[in-house]
């Protein structure tokens, strides 16, 4: 008997322990729902957008002009909104696929670019990304909402640091660029470009990494709408560090697309 | 006992359910705080008119305009992420080296609190002018940097030795010039100008025209 109620107890008190974990659980799941709610609602910017554009493709492309054309009209909007992103005094990213070309601009001229090698990118891949890119209103610019390090190695080692360091009393954490194996930027839950450089490197956060994994999986069970890219590394890192959270991103589609 | 019967099978259940819900929200709505910055919606309404010829003027235009945004001449890009240097035009990349800029830290005066960040301004600028055998007038970081006294004559701020073979301002003090220290070339370390190793420092002097346009990103 007396077993049996210390059994029982026990069992109460561990049943017990199981609820407190989740409704703390419950309670961080809301705080993580809640908090970038309120967030939105401070920000003078929640009412900003997500559309815009133009193409450099575009702007030296057809001189036949059919105003019914989708095309035309496409180029049009595409003109229109790369003009607006060129107004500002910060870079915008390009995902050309017109122009088969990744390029980062600032004020309508090209700082930096790289080959999109469409053939190796998988088509119906390729016609998924736009698709979710552009969404239902056919959207030509997304902010770019995070982008995830997978792996890295670092540029200079840390002997050369100290000394630099020491010579110039800068923060060695200051000097260092990582250079990037593999890193994701993300428009959308879901909507990915993974980039792939040719070197190994270690893993940033092994826990991190597992947690973006858990991500995708619980929000896209059947698979992320994702274009695979590779790139030396020394290019690589300029669109890692440049690619940060809110970057504007124009997307040129594909010829075929209507507009 | 039936407390604990109604906690196991209904009120563990819920909260799970409840809790992974909450957990995929949290996820999912995170990603619609980012906007971009400065952009309007309008540009899905900017049809072309229906009119043929309002509709070729206007695509005409519109390329125009984006058209006259970019640089005829050479321009130079300085990639602060990478520390590169490129002589270059929408096509094609003429020159390349690597450089140093900005390390992005920051000194305080220790006696009176004036603060200066190092940092390389990013944004489109023109140089302004070009020197020959510059030399460096210490600015008061210099000395607070090295925890030297501020001079009071002018002369004793001059330094001929640091800036290399030639220097090009690209406005606010800021230039894009020679060092003595090569090795740290490729390695954020400046206190906001542009450095360059003196062989490709030459060869960017000599094909950069006063009124060429700087983008730093």
């Known amino acids: ?259 | 006992m039936a407390v604990n019967r109604i906690a196991r099978l209904v009120l563990l259940p819920t909260l799970s359910i409840l809790a992974v819900v909450l957990f995929m929200l949290a996820i999912t709505r995170e990603r619609s705080m980012v906007t971009t910055d400065g952009v309007d919606l309008d540009t899905l309404t900017a049809n072309l008119p229906p009119e043929r010829a309002r509709a070729v003027e206007a695509l005409r235009k519109a390329r125009g305009e984006l058209a006259a945004m970019v640089p005829k001449k050479p321009y130079i890009v300085i990639d602060t992420h990478a520390n590169r240097i490129y002589l270059r035009t929408e096509d094609k990349i003429l020159l390349e080296a690597t450089c140093s800029t900005g390390s992005g830290s920051e000194l305080v005066d220790p006696e009176t609190g004036k603060k200066w960040l190092f940092d390389t301004p990013r944004g489109v600028f023109q140089i302004k002018n070009k020197l020959k055998e510059p030399w460096w007038r210490k600015p008061d970081w210099a000395f607070i940097e090295e925890q030297e006294p501020i001079p009071e004559s002018n002369a004793d701020r001059m330094d001929p030795n640091v800036m290399g073979d030639y220097a090009m301002g690209f406005g606010d003090g800021y230039f894009i010039h020679g060092t003595i220290y090569e090795r740290l070339l490729g390695v954020n370390v400046t206190h906001g100008c542009v450095r360059l190793g003196s062989e490709d420092l030459g060869k960017f002097y000599d094909r950069t025209p006063i009124g060429t346009y700087v983008y730093i990103f």
């Not at chain 1, 669109?239 to 209507?258: C, F, K, N, S, W």
């Open chain 1, 1 to 259: 008997m007396y077993i049996y109620s210390k059994y029982r107890k026990k069992s109460k008190r561990r049943l017990g322990r199981y609820i407190v974990a989740l409704i703390l659980l419950l309670l961080v799941a809301a705080t993580f729902a809640l908090v970038p709610v309120l967030r939105h609602k401070d920000s003078p910017r929640s009412a900003a957008v997500e559309q815009t554009s133009g193409s450099k493709s575009s702007a030296k492309t057809p001189p036949k002009v059919e105003f019914a054309d989708h095309e035309a009209q496409l180029e049009y909007k595409l003109l229109r909104t790369e003009l607006k992103l060129a107004e500002e005094d910060k870079p915008y990213f390009v995902l050309d696929f017109r122009g088969h070309k990744l390029e980062l601009k600032l004020k309508g001229a090209d700082v930096w670019d790289y080959p999109l090698e469409i053939p190796a990118i998988d088509s119906e891949q390729l016609e998924r990304f736009v698709f979710y890119f552009r969404g239902d209103n056919g959207k030509l610019v997304r902010p770019l909402l995070e982008k995830h390090l997978f792996a890295a190695q670092d540029q200079t080692p840390d002997s050369i640091l100290a000394v630099i360091s020491e010579a110039t009393k800068f923060d060695p954490e200051l000097l260092q660029r990582e250079l990037p194996a593999r890193f994701q930027l993300h428009w959308q839950p879901g909507l990915v470009l993974d980039v792939i450089t040719d070197i190994k490197g270690e893993p940033k956060s092994r826990l991190a990494n597992t947690f973006m994994g858990i991500k995708h999986t619980l929000t896209h069970p059947f698979g992320l709408t994702s274009i695979v890219i590779h790139m030396p590394s020394e290019r690589a890192l300029t669109l890692y560090r440049a690619a940060i959270p809110g970057l504007p991103t124009l997307i040129v589609p594909p010829m075929t697309e209507g507009a």
